[in-house]
């Protein structure tokens, strides 16, 4: 059952950093930066640590030699003048958190697919194709959209945009 409550997203990173950074493989260095001065979002702390692992995973998996991991939440208002525009999402304050890597990238047919359920960019061996699914669920139960960019050799950023609270 799912316990929403006002979570400061700065404190949050802070307080679950170890976590976050044992959860990467030796060969990947993780990088976590928080600038929303104190903004809080109406969240299951549960759901969003699972949420952040899917992709902090999803991003190991995608450099298997090693590299680069970033998270960084910052604020995003959007309004009708917003170029970078999140679907069909209502105008308004935001929290953005995203996950961006130095993997292997995903094609643009991957990209699309990505958040289908059961689909999966790897061996059928290695995963069950649910974790990006099951984040894209998340946040859009509690009014947020996910957006992917990737290109092949390019590595991938992943942007969790979810209501702020106050």
């Given at each position: 059952?799912?316990?929403?409550?006002?979570?400061?997203?700065?404190?949050?990173?802070?307080?679950?950093?170890?976590?976050l950074?044992?959860?990467?493989?030796?060969?990947?260095?993780?990088?976590?930066?928080d600038?929303?001065?104190g903004?809080?979002?109406?969240?299951?702390?549960?759901?969003?640590?699972?949420?952040?692992?899917n992709?902090?995973?999803?991003?190991?998996?995608?450099?298997?030699?090693?590299?680069?991991?970033?998270?960084?939440?910052r604020?995003?208002?959007?309004?009708?003048?917003?170029?970078?525009?999140?679907?069909?999402?209502q105008?308004?304050?935001?929290?953005?958190?995203?996950?961006?890597?130095?993997?292997?990238?995903?094609?643009?047919?991957?990209?699309?697919?990505?958040?289908e359920?059961?689909?999966?960019?790897?061996?059928n061996?290695?995963?069950?194709?649910?974790?990006?699914?099951s984040?894209?669920?998340?946040?859009?139960?509690?009014?947020?959209?996910?957006?992917?960019?990737?290109?092949?050799?390019?590595?991938?950023?992943?942007?969790?945009?979810?209501?702020?609270?106050?």
């Amino acid at each position: 059952e799912m316990a929403p409550r006002a979570v400061r997203v700065g404190h949050y990173l802070a307080a679950n950093a170890a976590l976050l950074m044992s959860s990467v493989a030796e060969r990947v260095t993780l990088h976590i930066e928080d600038r929303t001065d104190g903004a809080a979002l109406l969240v299951d702390p549960a759901l969003l640590t699972t949420a952040i692992l899917n992709l902090l995973s999803n991003a190991c998996h995608a450099m298997p030699e090693g590299g680069h991991a970033n998270i960084v939440s910052r604020n995003r208002d959007l309004s009708a003048d917003d170029p970078h525009g999140f679907g069909d999402l209502q105008h308004g304050e935001y929290v953005e958190i995203s996950i961006a890597d130095t993997g292997i990238g995903m094609t643009r047919n991957q990209v699309q697919r990505a958040m289908e359920p059961f689909f999966s960019t790897r061996d059928n061996q290695m995963g069950t194709g649910l974790g990006l699914s099951s984040v894209y669920g998340f946040v859009r139960q509690r009014g947020g959209d996910l957006r992917i960019q990737s290109q092949s050799g390019e590595g991938t950023l992943v942007q969790m945009l979810l209501p702020r609270t106050h």
